[in-house]
């Protein structure tokens, strides 16, 4: 597209992560809006998280370079923005794009000056048009036509837009043959008969079929834990483990005013201290080096199953907290989590993983590592169950412990050890604490 001085066009930026492309999921402009520099104007999907792209530049809408679903290479054009209403340009749009042009990666936090956040602006609903197609509304102005790259389409009715947009037509690719060079509705049936005429005949569904793809971010997943599988030489033990101290310390420590720590972060504190006695667990496998890389810092890793499915966003530095900050943490991050808001490092970030299925009312799992990391930890529901304590049968809070770990790491002795020592602090957390 040649553009006047007026016009910038701004490309998908730069993720980080070392992301490579990202899938438009929703649109939160549409052509012929308006908008304001670091407005957003786009919820994409990568690999990673659901993030909002904010606008560098401030002016009118003229081209939304891709459709929603439609996956997008960084460094392509995503959305064109001409002129605002006054006629002007943006003062500050040529810096804005040499920013762009020098990689400065400030998209996600914001090139503009306004100092307003994206989560302080309220969505538009989903109303938008890829690229050729329109957005559905009509004023019969011609700044309402979809623009194609050599002008606007010369079509008028907003019935013969819709029925192309319904079938995915793009009108920059259909012969008119109306008065003027007009895109008639005759002109956009013939092109969806020619694409339905040129197609292979589709297979045979099974009866009830239904067909789901694979989101950027649900690829990704299944990459990940294929890749975890094929490379690392898994085994698990579990062992049943008594909570019924650690249930009776987390109730005493409730007031009224004060819920208290709950009872996943006393069991983080454990975990993290039993990585402190094994640091080979807080690690992951160099393969092309043969090395075993073990890192000082633990970053705790929640498993949590949020809007887009699992993921498993860190605590940092969790041997740095106290059992009340490690409480706070894990809220924290489960509650964005759930709702699609960590970031992209959190994502990455972790080195071990504990995994609490407990919550979906389950006993056991055997998980699968989370790659590259070498073990996860999960736990079952604690339930009441009849057990032996001093030669006779109580009724107790249980638990399962189930311990996945790469054997290329260690062998069973250390990770029964681990093990041990994270149920041992369960079975006797007034011990345990003593010792953190």
């Known amino acids: 597209m040649t553009l006047t001085a007026a016009e910038q066009t701004f490309v998908l930026p730069d ?113 938008t048009a890829p690229p050729g197609k329109s957005t559905g509304k009509s004023t019969g102005k011609p700044t309402d036509k979809p623009t194609a790259p050599g002008g606007p389409v010369p079509v008028l009715s907003p019935l013969v837009r819709k029925l192309a947009r319904d079938n995915g037509v793009d009108l920059t ?36 079929e ?36 650690l249930w009776s310390l987390r109730e005493s420590a409730r007031t009224p005013a004060d819920p208290g720590p709950g009872l996943l972060a006393y069991i983080a504190r454990f975990v993290v201290a039993g990585l402190r006695e094994y640091p080979v667990l807080n690690a992951s496998v160099d393969t092309e080096r043969n090395e075993i890389v073990e890192y000082d810092q633990i970053n705790l890793g929640i498993a949590v199953q949020g809007e887009r499915g699992l993921v498993v966003p860190a605590v940092f530095d969790a041997g740095a907290l106290t059992t009340y900050q490690f409480d706070r943490a894990i809220r924290d991050v489960t509650r964005r989590a759930r709702a699609g808001k960590v970031s992209t490092e959190e994502l990455a970030a972790g080195t071990f993983t504990l995994n609490n299925y407990g919550g979906f009312r389950v006993d056991g799992s055997a998980a699968i590592i989370n790659h590259p990391q070498v073990a996860i930890l999960g736990f079952g529901r604690i339930i009441d169950r009849p057990w032996v304590v001093d030669g006779e049968i109580a009724v107790r809070k249980i638990t399962q412990m189930s311990f996945v770990f790469d054997h290329r790491v260690c062998d069973g002795g250390t990770a029964a050890g681990f093990m041990r020592f994270v149920a041992d602090a369960i079975e006797n957390p007034a011990s345990a604490i003593a010792r953190l």
């Open 173 to 208: 690719r259909v012969t008119a043959s109306g008065a003027g060079g007009l895109i008639t509705r005759a002109d956009v049936e013939r092109a969806i008969g020619a694409r339905s005429s040129s197609r292979p005949p589709a297979a045979i569904a099974a009866r009830g």
């Open 210 to 245: 239904r067909r789901t793809p694979l989101t950027g971010f649900r690829k990704a997943v299944s990459a990940a834990l294929s890749r975890s599988r094929a490379e690392i030489p898994e085994a698990t033990v579990w062992v049943d483990v008594d909570a019924t101290a």
């Open 15 to 127: 993720l980080g992560e070392g992301l490579t492309e990202a899938e438009i999921v929703r649109w939160l402009v549409a052509v012929g809006d308006e908008i304001s520099i670091d407005q957003p104007i786009a919820e994409v999907e990568t690999a990673k998280a659901m993030v909002e792209v904010p606008s560098p530049y401030a002016g009118i809408v003229l081209t939304l370079h891709a459709a929603e679903g439609q996956t997008l290479d960084v460094g392509k054009p995503l959305i064109t923005v001409g002129a605002g209403r006054d006629g002007a340009a943006h003062p500050d749009a040529e810096r804005y794009r040499e920013e762009e042009q020098a990689g400065s990666g400030n998209v996600l936090i914001g090139y503009g000056t306004s100092g307003h956040g994206a989560s302080g602006r309220r969505r538009r609903p989903r109303k």
